[in-house]
């Protein structure tokens, strides 16, 4: 991805964040001389992998298949002691797809914290981690609903839907109604070993410097000093 695209989508998600009312961390703001700055009492935020994510899943095509994302609290798989939850906030185009997987592990919450309307396709993991047709059971707001494979649900402001280990989903926002900012409430999450893509894809993007960086993806964080 060219910088100049990730630098776009991140002030996109700051915009609709302030539309909405979502207060963002004050790391949120903080730019490369920032990072480069800060010591090892923000290991934890390194080590967590906390800021911001930006990715076209390999595909070169952001506004087809994408997603941005501020990781916002999060634990750490090794080690017990570290908070056992995380919370993101992502934002998602009209018909920009984020592409079928499952977790191994975590379970979580998808919410739509306003914008327009995001539609979310589920199935079942087979035994070969292919689709099954089996039947979906879901919570969506503590309700418990069964649905046949390949259902695409739609969720209005404020409605989420609970997704648990090795239930297949994608997700876009909906044609017509404008970009969705989505909530991410979940078990710890550990992008390096729990993520498990249909079709075979890489998680960060090559990135193309064709301007400066204003913010650092969380996989660019320096050391500390």
């Known amino acids: 991805m060219k910088r100049s695209r990730i630098n776009a989508a991140i002030e996109a998600l700051r915009e609709m964040a302030r539309q ?23 290991d934890e935020m390194r080590e967590a992998g906390l800021g911001w994510d930006v990715t076209d899943f390999g595909k070169g095509d952001f506004d087809r298949f994408g997603l941005t994302l501020i990781t916002i609290r ?11 939850y995380c919370e993101k906030l992502m934002l998602a185009l009209e018909n920009q797809l984020t592409p ?16 327009g309307r995001l539609v979310c396709e589920v199935h079942n993991a087979s035994e070969g981690d292919g689709l099954a047709d089996t039947p979906v059971v879901l919570s969506l707001d503590g309700r418990r609903v069964e649905v046949a494979a390949g259902t695409r649900l739609t969720l209005g402001a404020g409605e989420s839907i609970t997704l648990t280990p090795r239930v297949y989903h994608a997700f876009w926002a909906e044609p017509g109604g ?5 909530g991410e409430v979940s078990a710890v999450n550990d ?30 964080v320096p050391p500390a000093p």
């Not at 999060?74 to 056992?84: F, I, L, M, T, Y």
């Not at 404008?178 to 989505?182: D, E, Q």
Request: glycine letters at 8%.
């Open 100 to 115: 079928m997987h499952f977790h191994w592990k975590k379970t979580e919450d998808i919410i739509n914290r306003g914008g």
């Open 74 to 84: 999060n634990g750490r798989c090794d080690d017990p002691a570290s908070k056992p």
């Open 20 to 42: 909405v009312g979502f207060a963002l961390p004050p790391f949120a703001e903080w730019t490369p001389a920032d990072w480069a700055e800060r010591g090892h009492e923000y």
């Open 191 to 220: 992008d390096a070993h729990d993520n498990r893509f249909l079709e075979e894809l890489p998680r960060f993007p090559g990135i193309e410097e064709d301007e400066p960086a204003r913010w650092l993806l969380c996989h660019e």
């Open 178 to 182: 404008g970009p969705v900012l989505l």
